[in-house]
């Protein structure tokens, strides 16, 4: 890695989420230059099972000759998070509660101590919404994901508000049916219950609604929501 700030330094990205572990290097304006993902293993009980794939994702980033010009990391996971603690708890991954994964992270051989920020994934999502994509130039905006689950981030008076956890504006998790279905939160009849492409897909083949044949997409969709249905936290 490279000392912080020198020219032509890149930052390793590393997104956390129930359904894959993605990592990226990217330049200090946002572009994109090395890509790869993993599959989440969402159904580990063991907290490095999981943490095992994040490795493998520093480990292909590392392999790229242009990591020798790394010298920070980012890392935007599933919530909740505790960014004053660097630990995270995502409700889709069941074996880490309070997990320390900026510590983690840090110790890697090929972080070897470099600075580690953690950010929830919709408020990181919303970062680069603000800054490149579509709620550049608004002074407030609300951005909200819908992937495995449903996540949002807040940009108030012109900057990102991740709140003194990180979870402000983490919309997911609200009650929007008061009869609904338990939730692995706890709570019952979450949004994200409701709208996650996940619930979106089991309610899909609920109403009879089956992938073509041939169709990854469709075919992944209808996978998801069998293992959904099949009583995986979703
Ligand atoms: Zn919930």
Known sequence: MSAP???GSMIAAIDIGGTKIAGG?????????????????RRATDPGEVFATVTEVVADLAADPRWARVDRVGVGS???????????????????????VVAEVRAL???????????????????????????RGFANALCLVVSTGVGAGLVLDG????????????????????????CPCGS???????????AIAAWALDQGW??????????TAAAVADSARAGDPI
């Open 78 to 100: 599933a919530g909740p998070v505790d960014i004053a603690r660097g630990t995270v708890s995502p409700v889709n991954i069941g074996a880490w509660r309070a997990f320390p």
């Open 210 to 219: 089956r992938a073509p044949a041939g169709a990854p997409s469709g075919a």
């Open 109 to 135: 051989p090929q972080v070897a101590g470099a600075p580690v920020a953690l950010g929830g994934d919709a408020v990181a999502m919303t970062a680069a919404e603000h800054w490149r994509g579509a709620a």
């Open 5 to 7: 700030g020198e020219n």
């Open 159 to 182: 900057r990102v508000y991740p709140g003194p956890t990180g979870n402000a504006g983490h919309l997911g998790h609200i009650t929007v049916d008061l009869e609904g279905e338990p």
């Open 188 to 198: 019952r009849g979450c949004l994200e219950r409701v709208a996650s492409g996940t």
């Open 25 to 41: 290097l990217v330049a200090p304006d946002g572009t994109l230059h090395h890509r790869t993902e993993r599959p989440t293993r």
